[in-house]
């Protein structure tokens, strides 16, 4: 990987059907849909949970209609990295629907849709949006200045404002769960998980660890809960946040974090931050060149 010119800053290489009404696309959309090759589409579908498999990983999910391609009906998907136990019966689900192999229906990046606590994540995106303009030139967060506020949405799908933490101090970081570079973004949860044992070993108090996606469109809470709960990370006080994509672009912006898209990876670059009880940002390290003792040392 090359640097960033910065040497404070480096790159990050982000990285049987059950079918309860026929599958047949919707007559008026027989040519689209014939055009499409199954193992290459990928659809947005909304639907609610009407029945769930746990031994399978398997969704009953009645759909509503795909336009030019399915009629609304009910039937079975796999799910792909989510963790299964957040799902349960009635809820309502936006996903992208695949076909990786003839016969399974794939669901990514699902959401749990819940109208209330949508309006107000949108409506807290909306203001940070408004206060990343009104700063200009100036978006970027020195330390020494307060950290911005923010409501994300947490690896259980709750609501998360940042002024949960006050009168907390929060160490704060950017990640992303398909990274593939052990160096990076898994190394950076590493040290973060060791952080958390140390705190707690040393009887350190009110002390929040938060790691942010900045890949909210794949990065749902059922995905953020199966990447903590595979690394038997304590949710006790270690918060996994996603949420609008507005939001997450104006936080990078803020905290003056680099995230480039790519073809199922990033370039991005790496920041840990500390923030006092009055949400003051108070340390900040570039990279991933740290220890967890540095930030032992600052704690204490």
Not at 85 to 107: D, H, N, Y
Not at 171 to 185: D, E, G, H, K, Q
Not at 216 to 222: K, L, R
Request: with cysteine.
């Amino acid at each position: 990987m090359t640097p960033f010119p910065s040497p404070r800053i480096g790159w990050l290489l982000l990285p049987v059907l059950l079918v309860l009404s026929a599958c047949k696309p919707s007559s008026p959309a027989k040519s689209e849909a014939a055009a499409i090759d199954p193992a290459k589409a990928a659809f947005d579908i909304k639907g609610e949970i009407v029945g769930l498999t746990p031994a399978n990983r398997t969704l009953l999910v009645h759909h509503e209609e795909i336009p030019n391609y399915m009629p609304a009906m009910t039937m079975e998907f796999t799910i792909g990295s989510a963790d299964f136990s957040v799902f349960k019966e009635g809820q309502r689900i936006s996903a992208r629907m695949t076909q990786p192999e003839p016969g399974t229906f794939l669901l990514e990046r699902i959401r749990i849709l819940d109208s209330e606590k949508d309006r107000i994540a949108a409506a807290a995106a909306a203001e940070l949006r408004q206060e990343t303009l009104i700063r200009g030139k100036s978006v970027h967060r020195e330390v020494g200045e307060d950290a911005p506020r923010f409501t994300l949405y947490n690896q259980d799908g709750n609501l998360v404002s940042f002024e949960k933490f006050r009168g907390r101090r929060v160490v704060l970081n950017f990640i992303f769960t398909r990274c593939p570079v052990a160096t990076m973004c898994p190394a950076a949860t590493a040290k973060m998980a060791t952080l958390q044992r140390l705190v707690r070993e040393q009887g350190i108090k009110d002390v929040e660890l938060v790691s942010i996606t900045l890949d909210p469109v794949n990065d749902t809470p059922p995905v953020l809960k199966a990447y903590a709960t595979t690394r038997g990370i304590d949710s006790s006080n270690f918060s996994f946040l996603t949420g609008p994509e507005s939001a997450i672009r104006d936080l990078l912006l803020q905290f003056s974090v680099l995230a480039e898209p790519d073809e199922n990876i990033f370039k991005h670059t790496l920041a840990t931050l500390l923030i006092d009880r009055d949400g003051r940002i108070i340390h900040r390290i570039d990279g991933s060149q740290w220890s967890p003792d540095e930030l032992i040392a600052r704690l204490r």
